[in-house]
């Protein structure tokens, strides 16, 4: 994954989005309008910032892509497991806003659909034999849910995907030495998704650190990529303050980047 820049917008692009001709990848905090502590390229109206210099960055956002600001489509993200599906044609993107999701799925040409992280990770997965694309919003409840497999599972009941022709990328979030959990996290992820041994390692009575990098990828792995096909941002949220907000390094009070795909 490497450094690129769309007009005003600088984003992490996937190593495999160029052969693919597909237009995807997380944006970083720099490149916006908005002030400290939002500065710059605040994305999320869900946020203390002012709502006109949100709309703001995200118009900086669709014109450096050259998308229509109506076909810009972000969810309403309740860290759940959910997926929303869009296979056919819409004018006006923006009656999906208030959806309640953790992913996104089309192939609709003409949109740019993303989710919003701040210490959660953003997956996208992207089809090129049905020309498909999603964005997943990963936090601990969503992987603990099994949301990446969900997704992949989507893609291949509603469009035919097969797994072994997906590519994945996993953006930045919460490195694993900054993010200490207890134990209704322990019990969510061994009564459901699983890999818990593999992803947690305990640091005190009743308290792990937790490794969700770690976790998407082996999600991916049992859903069927191939992990040639799967590209892991290096960076972490907490630890580059220049280039990505953190909820947990901040506070909460912090901006959003966005883990994004574009359909020409």
Not at 51 to 75: A, D, K, M
Not at 159 to 185: K, N, S, W
Not at 237 to 263: A, C, I, N, P, Y
Request: overall charge negative; aromatic content about 8%; glycine content about 10%.
């Amino acid at each position: 994954m490497k450094l690129s820049r769309q007009g005003k917008i600088s984003y992490l692009k996937p190593d495999w989005a160029d052969a693919n001709g597909l237009l995807c990848g997380f944006t970083t905090r720099n490149g916006g309008i908005s002030r400290p502590p939002y500065n710059s390229l605040n994305l999320g109206f869900n946020t203390d910032d002012q709502r006109h210099l949100v709309e703001g960055n995200r118009s900086n956002l669709v014109r450096s892509f050259e998308v229509e600001p109506h076909q810009l489509l972000t969810i309403q993200q309740v860290h759940g497991s959910d997926v929303l599906v869009i296979d056919e044609p819409n004018p006006d993107v923006s009656h999906f806003q208030r959806v309640e999701a953790d992913a996104i799925i089309s192939n609709q040409a003409g949109m740019m659909f993303g989710v919003l992280t701040a210490d959660c990770y953003p997956v996208l997965l992207w089809d090129p034999r049905n020309q498909v694309g999603a964005a997943v919003h990963v936090g601990w409840r969503g992987a603990a849910a099994g949301i990446l497999q969900k997704t992949v599972s989507s893609l291949q009941n509603q469009f035919g995907t097969r797994a072994e022709d997906l590519f994945a990328a996993v953006g930045p979030g919460i490195g694993a030495a900054h993010y200490q959990v207890d134990r209704p996290v322990r019990s969510a992820f061994t009564e459901g998704s699983g890999f818990w041994d593999r992803i947690a390692k305990e640091v005190g009575l009743g308290q792990w650190t937790l490794d969700l990098r770690e976790s998407c990828r082996l999600q991916l792995d049992a859903a069927g990529l191939d992990a040639r096909q799967v590209d892991l941002a290096e960076e972490n949220t907490v630890d580059q303050k220049e280039l990505f907000f953190s909820h947990r390094r901040d506070q909460g009070v912090t901006g959003r980047q966005m883990g994004f795909v574009v359909l020409r």
